[in-house]
């Protein structure tokens, strides 16, 4: 198999697990996904250095408009979308600048089974129709969830999941359905307060791992910690966050990173303050040079004003502005 081959392989098959938004019930422990979520949010969640415009129209009769518009390098793109809701069925579909329509249609077959069809054309760049993507997911035991998705007429996109659930446990699997699959597990034990884990990823084709990473994590209303070991144990992070007014809602993070190959070390530290109910500031600094800060300001209920803004000792300071509507 070629590089080219094995990176595209790599690419079809490194994206998020459908569940790896889900969020442990109860008192058990996230996903291994979650390990340091606290902190990268804080570092890095909603800073933007683009021009970008959202607008969001609900209606109470199931009806949907959602317009994104972002500027970016001199270059504007446009996406809209419109979603229908009913008793049973879910419609979404999505037009963007290329005048590519995405379209998925999911629909309650059974109590606990949901199946979806997803399509998209045509493909304005390549003038290739892009086929049809299926996932039906159903709930085979409490805690226990399984989904099968595949794209025709691409038959090796098939792709099983598996996600367990359980108050001491929250288990993610994923094995592609072609004669050469990926197959990914990650695990991760303990509770809502401490959690250890880890992920794997291998490579059938090339018989090789492609992923191996491990974590601990420990959780309060006040602080959080996380240890990680990623990029097959080449890269060591820890990271700590640390609420300082919860009144306020003030709170300071540091995350450090080591590569041990290369015995390079970096570090970035953070802070958010809500100057009132309504603004909030976060600012976030990194051994490379780079200072950034961002405010924030809930204008209206769900309508957010965010400026960003970058300083560089290296390049030219960036700035960006995202407004995010929702009448």
Not at 225 to 254: C, F, H, M, R, W
Request: positive net charge; aromatic residues 6%; hydrophobic residues 35%.
């Amino acid at each position: 198999m070629t590089r080219s081959s094995r990176s595209k392989r790599k690419a079809r098959g490194s994206g998020p697990s459908p569940f790896a938004e889900r969020k442990a019930t109860g008192s058990g422990p996230s996903p291994f996904s979650e390990i340091g979520r606290r902190a990268r949010d804080l570092l890095t969640k909603d800073y933007n250095y683009d021009q970008k415009f959202t607008l969001s129209i609900p209606s109470s009769t199931g009806m949907g408009l959602t317009a994104t518009g972002v500027t970016k390098d001199q270059i504007f793109a446009l996406d809209i979308g419109a979603q229908y809701k009913s008793e049973n069925t879910t419609v979404n579909v999505k037009v963007d600048t290329y005048s590519n329509i995405s379209t998925e249609i999911s629909y309650d077959v059974l109590p606990g089974t949901k199946a979806a069809i997803r399509f998209k054309v045509p493909d304005h760049k390549s003038g290739k129709v892009q086929g049809i993507s299926t996932k039906l997911s159903y709930d085979l035991l409490p805690g226990t969830k399984a989904a099968i998705s595949f794209t025709v007429p691409d038959h090796k996109s098939g792709k099983l999941d598996v996600h367990y659930l359980h108050r001491h446990a929250a288990i993610n699997s994923s094995i592609g359905l072609n004669p050469t699959p990926l197959l990914e597990v990650s695990a991760a034990i303990g509770s809502k307060d401490v959690a250890i884990g880890g992920e794997i990823g291998f490579d059938t084709a090339s018989m090789s791992f492609i992923k191996c990473n491990a974590g601990i994590s420990i959780n309060k209303p006040d602080f959080s910690a996380a240890l990680i070991l990623t990029d097959k144990g080449q890269t060591v992070k820890a990271s700590y966050v640390q609420s300082v007014n919860p009144v306020t809602g003030t709170e300071v993070v540091v995350e450090m990173s080591h590569k041990v190959s290369r015995l390079e070390n970096s570090f970035s530290v953070g802070s958010v303050h809500k100057v009132n109910p309504l603004t909030l500031i976060k600012t976030r600094f990194s051994n490379n040079g780079k200072i950034a800060i961002l405010s924030q300001h809930n204008w209206r209920p769900n309508s957010l004003v965010t400026v960003s803004a970058q300083f560089d000792t290296k390049a030219p300071p960036k700035f960006g502005l995202a407004i995010a509507l929702k009448p």
